[in-house]
């Protein structure tokens, strides 16, 4: 099985190699599809560093002089290419999400329709999971995760539920928690324990902070003219990547001069996000929901 089926691939890495004896980073290496197609484009003075939390995407690094697997979160991306003796580089990409491998691994606990661990963790070797929130957590903390990570509207109730669920038991698996919500209709089953999963995913991993924190340094390591490409799939990211790429900002308004005009860090590609095509969401159903969008540093 493979491991991961990169979502825009050629589109992606059409807009983030515009110099093959670039340095170029892969924030998100997962099974080395985006690296692979990225290496193609280089010539042999180009460099590639790829970033990947998870112990399990080791077993996929490629063998090219060229190329670095750097073993962390990419939040990190500024110290971890300092160690590399890089302080500048010409394009960044990064593919969020769980990538195919995660999901479909029962074991890691992020899939919604096979039975694990309530696990979640990104790096195994954190010691915070999904067990740990949904089993000690207050109520309160709970119901904010599950309606700010997971846009639930009854978002109390639900935490309620827990709560009181696990005075009986400790909730240890995927389908412990499944149980819980029995009452929830079948046919709105799937997006709802998509939206819970997603929120204690996003707590787990503190995905959020993250990404906020990989797209800040990213416009302090790039070039002028460098190229920020990210893939997003959930409003809540998806969010986060076109207000910073719009206006350096992730909340609230820019200053503006007298004329109303504000300095930008970053020009536009395209206006709007670029989609996958039906043709390959057919192929790739978790292409359904991605939006690339590419910055150009000012």
């Not at 990547?241 to 503006?256: A, D, H, S, T, Y």
């Amino acid at each position: 099985m493979e491991y991961h089926v990169p979502v825009l691939l050629h589109q992606s890495v059409d807009d983030l190699v515009v110099n093959p004896e670039g340095i170029y980073v892969d924030c998100t290496f997962g099974g080395g599809g985006h690296s692979r197609e990225i290496l193609k484009r280089l010539s042999d003075k180009g460099r590639l560093f790829a970033f990947d939390q998870d112990v399990d995407a080791l077993e996929n690094t490629i063998e090219d002089a060229r190329f670095t697997l750097v073993n962390q979160n990419f939040r990190h991306l500024e110290n971890a290419l300092m160690m590399y003796g890089v302080s500048q580089v010409d394009g960044i990409l990064a593919d969020l999400g769980v990538s195919s491998h995660q999901f479909d691994a029962s074991s890691r606990g992020f899939s919604t329709r096979s039975t694990g661990p309530l696990d979640m963790r990104m790096n195994a070797l954190q010691s915070l999971d999904a067990k740990t929130i949904v089993n000690t957590y207050e109520e309160e903390h709970l119901a904010n995760l599950f309606f700010h990570y997971g846009e639930l509207r009854d978002a109390r109730k639900l935490a309620r539920i827990i709560v009181h669920a696990r005075k009986e038991k400790a909730i240890e698996s995927t389908q412990d928690l499944k149980d819980l919500f029995a009452f929830i209709p079948a046919h709105k089953q799937n997006k709802f324990f998509a939206q819970v999963f997603q929120a204690l995913r996003i707590e787990v991993n503190q995905e959020l902070e993250a990404l906020k924190e990989m797209l800040q340094q990213s416009y302090r390591v790039l070039k002028s003219e460098g190229r920020l490409v990210v893939i997003s799939y959930h409003s809540l990211e998806d969010r986060l990547v076109k207000r910073f790429i719009k206006n350096g900002m992730f909340e609230g308004q820019p200053e503006r001069d007298i004329y109303g005009n504000y300095k930008k860090s970053f020009e536009l590609l395209r206006s709007k996000a670029f989609v996958p095509s039906p043709e390959e969401v057919e192929v790739n159903s978790r292409a359904r929901s991605a939006k690339l969008r590419t910055g150009i540093k000012v």
